[in-house]
């Protein structure tokens, strides 16, 4: 394999900080996500199997990064007494806070578990996983069911306009399923 650390530098660099400060917008935040990408690379070079897919294995290593940068600036919650407390949380759009428990009430016991350790709470999804004594895939799987229902939920019972960046902007109540 031809592929080493310092060719991909001399390679992707640029292109790479160019990539992530379109995204992160922060040149001081931008340059740590370049160096962590890099450190991943030279850490998992050795897992490079097809040299023909460098430019796309780089880039998803980058895109991660930066999911991985967004999630660290995400504020995290304690988890509630109880459900009613979630209302007056300032961290939820206030046009749906009056929607969010009778949907969480909903879900199983499973699902509504997931959501309330990790969305709600201060869990990642792999400390769930460890928690719970399941597979990581397991507890993202189980995360994301339980995202799909809630939207499943949302949708059924309102009309729901958001903007680009998924804030609330415009919210109806289509039938009578708790949310006033």
Same mark, same amino acid.
């Given at each position: 394999?031809?592929?080493?650390?310092?060719?991909?530098?001399?390679?992707?660099?640029?292109?790479?900080?160019?990539?992530?400060?379109?995204?992160?917008?922060?040149?001081?935040?931008?340059?740590?996500?370049?160096?962590?990408?890099?450190?991943?690379?030279?850490?998992?070079?050795?897992? /490079?199997?097809?040299?023909?897919?460098?430019?796309?294995?780089?880039?998803?290593?980058?895109?991660?990064?930066?999911?991985?940068?967004?999630?660290?600036?995400?504020?995290?919650?304690?988890?509630?007494?109880?459900?009613?407390?979630?209302?007056?949380?300032?961290?939820?759009?206030?046009?749906?806070?009056? %929607? /969010?428990?009778?949907?969480?009430?909903?879900?199983?016991?499973?699902?509504?578990?997931?959501?309330?350790?990790?969305?709600?709470?201060?869990?990642?999804?792999?400390?769930?996983?460890?928690?719970?004594?399941?597979?990581?895939?397991?507890?993202?799987?189980?995360?994301?069911?339980?995202?799909?229902?809630?939207?499943?939920?949302?949708?059924? %019972? %309102?009309?729901?306009?958001?903007?680009?960046?998924?804030?609330?902007?415009?919210?109806?109540?289509?039938?009578?399923?708790? %949310?006033?």
């Amino acid at each position: 394999m031809n592929a080493t650390t310092t060719h991909i530098w001399e390679e992707f660099h640029t292109q790479l900080f160019n990539f992530i400060k379109k995204r992160v917008k922060d040149t001081d935040a931008s340059k740590d996500i370049l160096q962590d990408v890099f450190v991943k690379i030279h850490l998992k070079l050795n897992t /490079l199997t097809n040299e023909d897919k460098l430019s796309s294995w780089v880039y998803q290593i980058t895109r991660h990064s930066i999911l991985d940068y967004y999630k660290k600036q995400k504020i995290q919650i304690d988890i509630p007494e109880s459900l009613a407390e979630i209302q007056e949380e300032k961290t939820y759009n206030a046009e749906m806070t009056s %929607c /969010l428990t009778p949907m969480i009430e909903q879900l199983s016991g499973d699902f509504k578990e997931a959501i309330m350790q990790t969305e709600l709470g201060n869990l990642s999804q792999k400390d769930y996983a460890e928690k719970l004594g399941i597979s990581y895939s397991g507890a993202k799987s189980r995360v994301q069911r339980a995202r799909q229902q809630l939207n499943t939920l949302f949708h059924e %019972c %309102c009309t729901i306009e958001s903007d680009k960046y998924g804030n609330v902007i415009e919210h109806n109540c289509n039938k009578d399923c708790g %949310c006033n």
